[in-house]
C-alpha cells in the first residue's frame, strides 16, 4: 500500500513523460508506468520518495546508481534513457 504522504502522480507530466500507473515501490523510490508522447511508447519512471528527495546523499546514491545502470547492456536489464534530478521529486 502506498503511504499516504506520497503525492498522487497519476496524470501529472514530466517533459514528454505522462504518467499512467503505479508499478511498484521499492526502498528508495516508486516506480510508475508512463507514455513517453515524443516518441510514443511506453517507459518506467522511477521517482524518489519524498522523505528522501530532499537528502543529498540518496539523491547522489539515486544518481550512481543509475549512471551505473546505464552501462549495463543486457535484454534482462533495463535501459536507463534519462535521469533528471532536476523534478521534484527527483
Not at 21 to 33: A, E, I, K, S
Not at 52 to 71: I, M
Request: proline share 6%.
Amino acid at each position: 500500500m502506498r503511504p499516504a504522504a506520497e503525492p498522487d502522480m497519476l496524470g501529472k507530466t514530466f517533459g514528454p513523460y505522462v504518467i499512467r500507473q503505479r508499478l511498484g515501490q521499492g526502498g528508495m523510490g516508486m516506480v510508475y508506468l508512463a507514455q513517453d508522447t515524443a516518441l510514443d511508447r511506453l517507459v518506467a519512471m522511477k521517482f524518489l520518495l519524498d522523505r528522501f528527495s530532499h537528502d543529498d546523499e540518496v539523491v547522489h546514491r539515486f544518481q550512481r546508481e543509475a549512471r551505473a545502470a546505464a552501462k549495463l547492456n543486457h535484454a534482462n536489464i533495463v535501459q536507463i534513457h534519462a535521469v533528471d534530478i532536476a523534478a521534484q521529486p527527483p
